[in-house]
């Protein structure tokens, strides 16, 4: 949405909030203003982080304390947003148990002390979504944790039993994820010693100018057979050709409807071909589900990813940033696919509104004869905000299914 849009839409939202909730909290506490002015301070800044950054490395000494201004403002801005968020959603809530409650009392005939309800639920609305901020700006902050994953295979090879794969997803460096968080990020992964890195798109919110210094702890990530990312719709929006060629600089693999073949075995030690194919393993990356629509020689294509793939290699990983690339992928053969996308919803309401566009929101699912593995994101878009869907680091482990 274009930035006026935007900014008078959010203007509009907010003085509803004000019309709805003011006048009620007025007749609880003088400290009515605070929030008129929090309710001001937020519509103002929400959209300052979607304005074009003007910002860029070598700039003139004088302007720091600009760079630094916009920089906090942004912040402003994007913890104004998940608060206004839960504000609005949490008022509308509100009205409508107010109108159930009026006409409930209107058909019954029993009376509802109104002079009491309405300032008390305008304290609840108020409360809970400042708490519930405070709290997923808590947990939004905080390091991901390391969620553990069993991947039960149907017919997987001794020698892959065991094979750990490391997924990040979603990290969106940008305005309010710098190289700091990143550098924890790389630390507690390669703490994992996984035998393979996957990052599943949606990685930047910025160009490379903006953004190269506070990516460049990836290029730290290690793992015995290396890291690979594939696409997904941030990187388009951000340039992608450029972010591509800036992340295999770092020395990332970087997977576009293509697949590399590891050999988890000792070339040498192999008695036969037959040994060393059933000990290797293709991992494949397309780019993301809507890539065609930004450049039409990106088209997301799992079966191109396969493309000349050795036929005797059965174990197949599939790494797509959306899980709508799901079907496709199962019909191609793949085992697993390992997707992000969603955040697990991030906080609510978000998290009701993913399944109207993806088949599935978190953790590990079976479609047909392939598992689907979506992560709940390693960082977070926009706010600086989680609840109810906390990062994750996922250390996925493929093992023998059970007959």
Known sequence: MPIRP?????????????????????????????????????????????????????????????????????????????????????????????LLTWAAGALGGWPVRWSALQPWSALAVLAMATGTSLVGFLNARRTAGVKRVDIPIRGLPAALEGFTIAQLSDIHVGPTIRSAYIQRIVDAVNRLGADAIAITGDLVDGSVPELREHIAP??????????????????????????????????????????????????????????????ALVLAGVTDFTAGHFDASHASDPHLALFDAPPLVHTRVLLAHQPRSATVAAAAGYQLQLSGHTHGGQFFPWNLFVPMQQPFTAGLHRLHDMWVYVSRGTGYWGPPKRFGAPSEIALLTLVPARP
């Open 6 to 98: 935007l900014s008078v839409l959010t203007a509009l939202l907010h003085a509803y909030i004000a019309l709805r909730l003011l006048p009620a909290l007025a007749a609880l506490t003088p400290a009515w203003p605070v929030v008129l002015l929090l309710l001001v301070v937020s519509a103002a800044t929400i959209p300052l982080p979607f304005l074009p950054s003007v910002s860029r490395r070598g700039a003139a000494p004088s302007s720091a304390w600009r760079r630094v201004l916009g920089q906090g403002l942004k912040w402003v801005g994007l913890i104004g947003m998940g608060w206004f968020s839960s504000m609005f959603v949490l008022t509308v809530a509100r009205d409508a148990a107010l």
């Open 218 to 279: 990836l290029a730290g990530l290690r793992a015995r057979h290396g890291t690979f990312v594939v696409t997904g719709n941030h990187e388009y929006y951000a340039g992608a050709h450029a972010w591509i060629d800036e992340l295999r600089r770092l020395g990332l693999k970087v997977l576009l409807n293509e697949h590399v073949v590891l050999q988890t075995r000792n070339v040498r030690g192999a008695q036969n071909d037959e040994e060393l194919f059933e000990s």
